[in-house]
């Protein structure tokens, strides 16, 4: 469960800023978060992520208050309990679709590559429909492949959370319902919270909870 | 530790061309002191080598150092000459061995040395097969030259004709090869030794032909009377030193004046050494002695010179070649912020991208040392070889 109180964040000089008194999200919740450009959408998703300090509040997720702790714990807490799919992949060229599943394994050592890591690797691409490709380098793949791919490396820890940024900005409608059916399944089935930015507003429907970040903030 | 070096390594390996132009680039830098400082000493050392076996020398005034490398490594002769007489001047001292030098011509491009065959014993010379020299127009090859001419005992070498503007130039003569030498690593090795009449054959002061005095054909003479015997052009001048004809061959003029291009002197102990260069030096005539050992030294610390200075411009290149380097790593590491903030992101310390930017240099740095030591070897076992030939 993730809880969020009384929590307010403002930009150093700017004149935006982002306040919550309340939001709570419970395990197997799917949220999305939607609403235009510059109202807080990606900074509420990287406050849940601890990449971002909030000015004053709190944020907890199964029970843990994350700023309480420090940057070097949020980041070993991030990667044993979050899962994060950016709006531009962000695969490493130099990696077969194998090794950028697993690479939350190279960059952490808290988290161990152990036979099951690979099996998972495995489940994961069979799941995604990459499982004959998992030696192509991220450039020989389409923009879909390449979601897809991020979308095993956020899962391949097993996170209770999985947070995503725009997955599908750079996806044409194909390809985005296929994400999409994908991760709103996963999560369904896995009993994952699943919080996503987005500006599609087609989308939303999909998901049992909209936070309109528009009228939240108003 | 493994993590970031498993990541540096597919980087670096992914990047391939850029890594290996890294690489080469860092191993050169590396590579060009090493090797111009293990050239200059494996240059300074065969060169000294030789000249302090050589006790003294003696030839005509002018240029140490060409009479030196003349003398000691049979490069070009030098210009001017000192007559045969001078071995008796020099020999008007006791316990004082002398060897003759006379190396104005070649086989090809081996230099033919005329001198004694005490000179085989003075260079510890020994023979792989046949015999020393012994009679006019015998000779004894040096490894290189005999493997190098494909020329074996029993066979012949002719020497190679003076230019053809040089109306005093040297004939061919046709040589006998009675002996090749064992490989010394030395000068030796490239020469071609004979005796010293044979090589002032060639140089035309010494000639054998048809009988003119007891000629039957009148088309041989110009002109007989009881003293003398006048040849005719008609008469035939031999180019080969054969058992028939070796008796016919003969020196005109007075052998104390033929040339030589210089003398190498033993003397038997220090003493003999010092009253020697004395005598030497208070001689106000076209002749010098010298000590090898002293010009070659002076070569020697000119090459060093040279060497420091050169080492000196390797170190700037090094310097500049690091700070590229630095400035490759600094535009790769801007280009690849996005790269290095995801890894953040999903769970990377900034620890971990410091080591994994740092590995890859080292990577860089290690491929690039190990590749200047491979260079390094190729070059003390390849190149210093080509460098005892260029030097000997």
Redesign the interface.
Known sequence: MIQCKDLYFTYPGSAFSLRFQNLTIEKGDQVVLVGPSGSGKTTLLNIL?G?TKPTRGTVQIDGINLYQYSE?DR??F??VKLG?V?Q?F?L????TVK?NIL????????IDRDAQAFKRVEELATYVGLADKVNR?PSHLSQGERQRVALC??LVTQPQVLLCDEPTANLDPQNRDQILTLVTDYCRNNDKILIMVTHDREIRQQFDHVIDMEKTQA | MKGPLYLAWKYLRYHRGRTLVLILSVSLTIFIPLALNQLVRKGAELLTERAERTPLLVGAKGSETELCLGALYFRDPPQNQIPYTEIDTVLQMQNVEVLPLHFPFQVGDYRIVGTVNNYLDFRGLQLASGRSFALLGECVLGSTAASSLGISVGDQVISTPSGAFDIAGSFPLKMDVVGILKEQGTPDDEAVFTDIKTSWVIAGLAHGHEDVVNATSDSLLLEKNDTMAIASSAVLSYTEITDENRHSFHFHGDMHTFPLNAIIVIPGDRQTSAIIRGRYQSREDDVQMLVPQQVISGLVDTLFSIRNLLLLASILLGLATFTILALVFNLSRKLRARELITMQKIGGSKAVIRQLLGLEMLIILICSAIIAMVFTFVLQTVGLRALETFIT
């Open positions: 992520a990449l070097a980041r070993d991030r990667i994060l950016f531009e962000e490493l060229e130099y990696l090794e690479i939350p394994y190279h960059l952490n050592p808290i380098y490396r956020a």
